[in-house]
């Protein structure tokens, strides 16, 4: 199946289309994983990264793209889920001609796939390859673009966790609640923001030692601790993580204390299986790609012309999405990812369908 070596087949995975790109003489190798249009193009950003094989490289955009179909569905964009890698170590290989190289596959696609930024590929990047397709966004402003999307990210972060607080405490705030938050990052940071602005405690930890001293700086009455096993052990009401992936794993669950979990992080939770302990637990897990779709409304609005206030009302409406999710897993008794799921499975089949209805 594979273009560049032998790969798994991706016939298994659901996926509408999966298109392998090559050009020898810039060194593109892409893959673009379009795994649904049902709610419209399929959005996501491309990730240049050195992958160990092309079978790594296949793998991470299958999964990236299908997670962006539920993402986009329960943001409730007209768009559907794709992603896209470039696979070769960007410090080496990236250039105006190879990124132009991969604009004009983009565009092949004739919007069936739009493009955005993602790990190894910043705003800069999409101006370059805006220049061989129109079917890309999260440009710089002065392209037309939204900028920093890392500030609707946090706000709808802050949205979910009121949702969760409310499900948990009867009330949507963090008022008077202790906030863990590993990874002070450009989310963590509006994000603490906002928390300290609700009347929250905040107890924070990162990696490095700039993201302390702005802490410190900025925010003398932030707690700071060591790491972030000592945030995850602490005396914390609510956890969000904000740096890494896999946050959530079997040895953290077991010593958490907070009673909510909302972050920024993509894909907290280690391995299938960490939903089921954390609600064995009694902890409320507001899942990830929920909450943190604020910044992909954003590259979305950008599609339309941007419009902050617009876009940050849609990111807003992550608390009613949140609320519903987690109403749904009371009810039918599942973990809220589960459930969330579930919403977008329907929101896909429900207004995918429509499309069958024929138009001139
Ligand atoms: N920026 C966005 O719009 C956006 C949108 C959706 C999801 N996310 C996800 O949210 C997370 C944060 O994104 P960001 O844009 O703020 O990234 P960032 O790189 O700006 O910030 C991450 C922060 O985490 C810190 N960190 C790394 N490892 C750590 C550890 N072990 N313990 C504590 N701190 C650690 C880093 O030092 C850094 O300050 C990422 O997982 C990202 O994929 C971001």
């Known amino acids: 199946m594979g273009v560049f070596a032998s790969t798994d087949d991706p016939d298994a995975t659901g996926h509408e289309q999966v298109v392998f790109c090559q050009d020898k003489q810039t060194g593109l190798k892409a893959i673009i994983g379009i795994y649904s249009t049902a709610l419209g193009p399929a959005l996501g950003g491309t990730r240049f990264y050195p992958y160990a094989s092309e079978e790594a490289a296949l793998a991470d955009v299958l999964d990236l793209s299908r997670g962006m179909a539920y993402k986009n569905a329960l943001a409730g964009l007209d768009l559907g889920g794709g992603k896209a890698v470039i696979w070769g170590d960007p410090e080496q290989i990236k250039s105006e001609a190879l990124l132009r190289a991969y ?20 705003v800069p990047d999409m101006d370059v390859i805006a220049r061989e397709t129109r079917y890309v966004t999260g440009r710089s402003v002065e392209h037309g673009g939204a900028g920093d999307s890392s500030i609707l990210t946090a706000w709808g972060v802050f ?57 410190r700086t900025t925010h003398p009455q932030v707690t700071l601790v060591d790491d972030t096993s000592a945030l995850v052990a602490a005396d914390i009401d609510v956890y969000a993580p904000c740096a890494l992936g896999g946050a959530l794993n079997d040895d953290t669950v077991a010593v958490l204390r907070a009673k909510v979990i909302a972050g920024a992080a993509n894909n907290q939770l280690a391995h299938p299986g960490v939903e089921k302990l954390l609600a064995d637990r009694g902890i409320l897990y507001a899942p990830d790609y929920v909450v943190n779709a604020g910044g992909v409304i954003q590259v979305a609005d950008e599609i339309e012309g941007f419009d902050f206030e617009r876009a ?17 897993a009371e009810a039918d008794g599942i ?17 995918g369908r429509l499309r069958t209805i024929h138009l001139r």
């Open 335 to 351: 973990p809220p990812a589960v459930a969330a799921d579930r919403l977008a499975e329907r929101r896909m089949a429900e207004v």
């Open 312 to 328: 940050k009302l849609r990111a807003t409406g992550i608390y009613d999405t949140t609320r519903e999710i987690l109403r749904l």
């Open 103 to 122: 604009g004009r596959f983009v565009q092949s696609l004739g919007g069936r796939y739009y493009t955005a930024c993602d790990v190894g590929t910043y």
């Open 159 to 215: 949205q979910g966790m009121r949702a969760a607080a409310e499900q948990v405490w009867g009330v949507p705030t963090l008022h008077g609640r202790r906030v863990g938050v590993a990874g002070l990052g450009k989310v963590g940071k509006y994000l603490v923001g906002h928390l300290l602005d609700d009347g929250a405690e905040v107890v924070a930890t990162d990696v490095n030692p700039r993201a302390l001293e702005w802490a």
